[in-house]
């Protein structure tokens, strides 16, 4: 289990990183629509980066929860790095 955890923490942040790139230019992509803007990264602001970072992040946890069931910390511990993510975006910025 230990070897998987570890798998799966590197697959997650693959999968993050791609699609948060995604969502960097989805947004032009589609000619600025109005649905995709509250996912997508609108300007080149802290707030918007950090947008890029949450959804993927919170989609992949949905989906690694459905695999990490056996263990009874998993989204206290995935919540955490979530919340480390989110804050060291705009600590790193400023």
């Known amino acids: 289990m230990k070897k998987s955890v570890g798998l799966w923490q590197l697959w997650g942040f693959v999968i993050v990183s791609l699609l948060g790139t995604l ?17 997508s990264g609108v300007n080149e602001s ?3 980066h950090m ?3 949450f ?8 989906f690694e929860s459905f ?4 263990r ?3 989204w206290c511990i995935k919540l955490r790095g979530i919340t480390l993510g989110l804050t060291l ?6």
Do not use: C
């Open 51 to 53: 947008k890029l970072f």
């Open 23 to 39: 969502l960097h230019f989805l947004y032009e992509w589609t000619g600025e629509s109005i649905w995709v803007a509250p996912i």
């Open 72 to 74: 009874r910390d998993y």
């Open 67 to 70: 695999f990490m069931r056996e």
């Open 55 to 62: 959804f993927p992040a919170i989609a992949f946890a949905v």
């Open 46 to 48: 802290t707030w918007e």
């Open 89 to 94: 975006i705009p600590v790193i910025y400023y």
